[in-house]
Every structure is written in C-alpha cells, then in structure tokens.
C-alpha cells in the first residue's frame, strides 16, 4: 500500500544545485520547487521553515560512522538557502541514546543554522536513559508538561507534542491523558481557518505497528484537529518519507540525517539500512515548509542531501 | 513446542556440564533484527542470563516487573542478570516496545 502511494506522490520535479528537488503532490498540496525558489531569490512572503530529523548524533556503526558530518552536510544546504528559513524544527532522536557529550554536539550543530530558532521535540533516543531530564534542562525552555510546545508563526499555528515518554506503560508511542488535555485547551482558543503544523517524533498514524511505527493514543489528538481546515502532522523515526492524507489531515515522515531504515515490512527488523558510503548521501534529506496566506494549503518539499 | 524443547535442552546442558565456568555455561539470548532469540528461555533457579546485542542499533532492556533494567547496549554489548527466585519474568526494549521477551526461572 504504502509503495504504491509513493509512486502515486513523489515526483522528481527538478535539480536544485546537487540536490535532486522530491515534492509531494497527493492530498490536494500544492507544491513549488526548490529551483524555483533558489531562482526567485528574495524573501518567501508567508510562511518558510525547514525541518530535520533523527540526527542520531552519537552513532558510529556501519551505517554511517559520522552523523556528526552528515548533519553538517543538512546544515550546509540549510545556510545555503537563497531564503533564510524563519525557524527550523528538529522532529527528535538528537542523540543516539544519550551518549555523554551527545547533547553538546548538537547543541553546538544547531547554533550553526542560520535562523531565528530552533524548535525540537524528543524521540526515544533523548529520553530513555533518564525519562527526558537531560532533554529538557537543554531544550524545556518555553514548554509545558514534559516539553510540549505551542506557537504562532506568520497565521500558522504550531503545536509540538511528545510521544516517546510512555514507552513502558503503554508499549507503543503514546500522548498521554496529561499531554491530550492540554492539547484541547491549548487548540481551544485557535480558529479553524487557522492552518495548524503537528509536529512529535513517531507518526501520528499506524504506519506499522509492527516496528512500533504508531502512536496508540494519535487518534484522540486528530479528533481535536477535526475543525480545522488544514492541519500539516510533521514526523520522524522511520527515517525515510512517507505521506498520507486523510481529510483535512496530511501526515508526513522526514529522512533522518543519519542513516536510512528499510521501508516497512521489506527486511527482518527495522535496523539501520546499510548502503554503500557513496550513495548514503541519496538515503538523507531534509525538508522545506512554505505558505504563503490565503493559499490553501502548504507545500512541503523534501530534499535529498546527495 | 519446539522452543520448549530447546529451552529444556539449555536446561540440561548446563546441568550435565560440571566444571564448565558459569560464563561459558551461562544461556544467552541474542539480540538480532530487532527480536529476542530465544524469545522464551527456561533457565534454573540461579543462572545468570546473558544477552547480547547483535544489532548496529541501541537496546535496552526493562522487566516488566522492575526486577532488572539493564543500560543502553550498543551493538556488541552484553548484559547479564542472575535470577535468583523461580518464576515467569517479562520483559522488553526501552526504546522498540515491539520487542518483548520471556525467562520461565525453574
């Protein structure tokens, strides 16, 4: 299912220096090339923002023995962006499980990105080994509860949640009764012609259950979202892009700056994807976010980092 | 059936085999492609259980029960516990709860 939705969505529009431009057209998006965006020059009117994922800053194994330099590799694209994005999003797995020094090194990565903020939310790999304490003396600031985060930016409501926290409770990705009542109230004053932008670690969708690709309580988040007109969920941990769209609601899942995992259900487990070191550069990415207001939806356009 | 079979072949290995070091002797779950193998494992009153991680991805493992946690293991690293009372212990990976596993202590 998920194959053939691909080949139905991602469209090779164009190359954008040495990056091969992949936009998601599904679901009623509307899209734009990066070329053209690097072509146009001057500022985005509306809203421009980028999004990263699962740095794993820490892991060294075949796959990928410096995380820290294919980060770099994203970050350069990122500064190098004719439009400066207003913030970027880090949608979790910073670290690879917390090894000491992990979080220095990401911090100092993400002080090298030209933008006015950085806004993250954890994976698992920031909070496992201390329920998320390290995670949120660093990044808490301006969070509630365990590090959920609400903004505003150019008529676009952001709200950033944490589904990494409950593993042991619950077995799979999970909100929380805590976290869902403050998302209600936190939606409550925000009106529905406001597009919203989701953004946690693990799909908000059971994209495969069986690797842990779900978050089990999602759905009591997206009946809080039904009344909006356009609500964008932006993930990560699966390492490779995937989108659905469902009414009002599109789901995306970003590349990883580290290292791919299989696509679901095509290899034993969803362990690292081992490819050869010329070719890791095809398996990483990044993404852009761009709207502008009154044009419907946003356009989400996702770059590889070859 | 078969995984008892050979739960109850560790069993007796390391009953018939005297003078072997306990490390030698110790049963051992891997940790491979995200799996527990074997996921049951029926081990005697007082062995110790070695897991160790064949995966390039982190695990770590938590009972269900709180009896034992181990730290983060990266790909190689090995963790053991000693099961010092009978009973049915589960368990999983803190970071991919899809993965869940089973010692029967005897």
């Known amino acids: 299912m998920f194959e053939s939705n691909r080949r139905e969505f991602m469209q090779c529009l164009a190359w954008a220096g040495a990056g091969v431009v992949w936009t998601l057209t599904s679901g009623g998006l509307t ?30 194994k075949d796959a990928n023995p410096d995380t820290t330099a294919t980060a770099r590799t994203a970050i350069a694209r990122i500064n190098a962006l004719a439009d400066r994005p207003q913030f970027v999003l880090h949608t979790g797995d910073l670290t690879h499980a917390q090894k000491p020094g992990t ?37 808490g600031k301006d969070t509630w509860g365990s590090g959920w985060r609400s903004f ?7 709200v950033g949640l944490i589904n990494v926290l409950s593993f042991k409770t619950g077995g799979v990705g999970k909100l929380g009764d805590e976290q869902l009542a403050w998302l209600e109230k936190d939606l409550a004053g925000v009106s529905a012609s406001t597009p919203v932008v989701v953004f946690a670690h693990i799909p908000l969708w059971a994209l495969y259950p069986e690797w842990g690709w779900t978050t089990d309580d999602a759905q009591r988040a997206l009946d809080l979202l039904k009344r909006f007109g356009s609500v964008t969920v932006l993930n990560g941990h699966i390492h490779q892009v995937m989108q659905k ?18 696509a679901p259900g095509t290899a034993p487990g969803p362990g690292p ?15 852009e976010v761009v709207w502008r207001a009154n044009a419907g939806q946003l356009a989400v356009i996702d770059t590889k980092l070859s | 059936m078969k995984t008892k079979l ?5 069993v007796l290995v390391a009953a018939l085999a005297p ?45 269900m029960d709180d009896s034992f946690r181990s730290p983060a293991l990266d790909g190689d690293a090995s963790f053991e516990h000693q099961f010092t009372k009978a009973g049915t212990y589960e368990y999983r990976c803190s970071l991919h709860p899809q993965m869940k596993g089973t010692i029967v202590v005897r």
């Not at chain 1, 505003?152 to 952001?158: I, R």
């Not at chain 2, 050979?6 to 560790?10: E, G, K, N, Q």
């Open chain 2, 19 to 63: 003078g072997v070091r306990a490390a030698d002797a110790a049963p051992k779950v891997h940790i491979e492609n995200f799996q527990f193998r074997p996921q049951t494992l029926e081990v005697p009153v007082g062995a110790t259980v070695v897991w160790v991680n064949d995966d390039e991805e982190i695990h770590a493992l938590y009972a």
């Open chain 1, 31 to 60: 899209s734009r090339a990066l070329a053209q965006a690097v072509k146009s020059g001057g500022k985005t009117e509306g809203l421009h923002f980028v999004q990263i994922s699962d740095t794993h800053i820490g892991f060294d």
């Open chain 2, 6 to 10: 050979a739960s109850l072949a560790v």
């Open chain 1, 152 to 158: 505003d930016a150019s008529g676009a409501h952001f």
């Open chain 1, 273 to 287: 994807l081992k490819v050869p070191a010329a070719e890791l550069r095809n398996h990483l990415g990044l993404r």
């Open chain 1, 245 to 262: 769209t469902e009414g009002n609601v599109t789901f995306h899942t970003a590349y990883s700056t580290a290292y791919p995992q299989p």
């Open chain 1, 103 to 139: 979080f220095d090194t990401v911090n100092g990565l993400l002080q090298e990105i030209h933008t006015d903020a950085v806004f993250t939310v954890p994976g698992e790999h920031d909070v496992f080994e201390d329920g998320g304490k390290e995670y949120l003396a660093r990044f």
